[in-house]
């Protein structure tokens, strides 16, 4: 029985989720595999989904980024909590002198939070970016087209590279954020990050 064009490209997928597990979580990350195999498809299904005429694009919206984000970090957190009962709680507290804790736990309790709003942000901003270019470029190719057909097709292969361009950066943003999300699981797995 054949195998199927569709079929190829989720396995290609698959084990290229597979090697990002085992790189950045490693072993301990296996069962999370459909999670980040879920979580990667919808990021890229969305930002795939706004390069269409007409719609919309769901990752430009920080509202829905950010509770995503959100959700995902804070069941990291929980994750970790799970796995390393109060052991977990040790990220938070550096090795120093007593007297500098009060100043170095607030700061490490930032830093921790302030990942899902980084990652939400990051994925934020690259796909209005890439959304503006190409609406900069497309209105400058109308108003080219009114004065000089000769301009026109110049500028079309400059939009046509830009929209190729912006179909890398929404496979680029999955990727980021899938990485950055195993980066965090293996924090709450491992606690080997600090």
Request: with cysteine.
């Amino acid at each position: 029985m054949p195998i199927s064009i569709v079929q190829q490209i989720f396995e290609t997928f698959l084990l290229f989720i597979i090697r990002i597990v085992k790189q950045q979580v490693g072993n301990l990350g296996f069962i999370y595999t459909p999670l980040i195999l879920s979580l990667f498809f919808s990021i890229l299904f969305c930002n795939l989904l706004s390069l269409t005429p007409f719609s919309v694009a769901l990752t430009s919206h920080i509202s829905l980024v950010a509770f995503i984000t959100f959700i995902v970090n804070f069941s990291i957190f929980y994750q970790g909590l799970i796995n390393n009962d109060s052991k977990f709680l040790s990220l938070f507290v550096p090795s120093s002198p007593l007297f500098l804790l009060l100043l170095l736990i607030p700061i490490e309790l930032f830093s921790y939070s302030i990942r899902a709003l980084s990652m939400g942000i990051r994925l934020t901003a690259n796909i209005i970016a890439g959304h503006t270019l190409v609406f900069i470029v497309s209105n400058f190719l109308i108003k080219i087209f009114l004065t000089k057909v000769f301009f026109f097709f110049t500028v079309f292969l400059l939009l046509f590279a830009i929209f190729f361009l912006e179909f890398g950066v929404s496979f680029l943003q999955a990727y980021v954020f899938t990485v950055l999300f195993c980066i965090y699981l293996n924090d709450s797995l491992s606690l080997s990050s600090h």
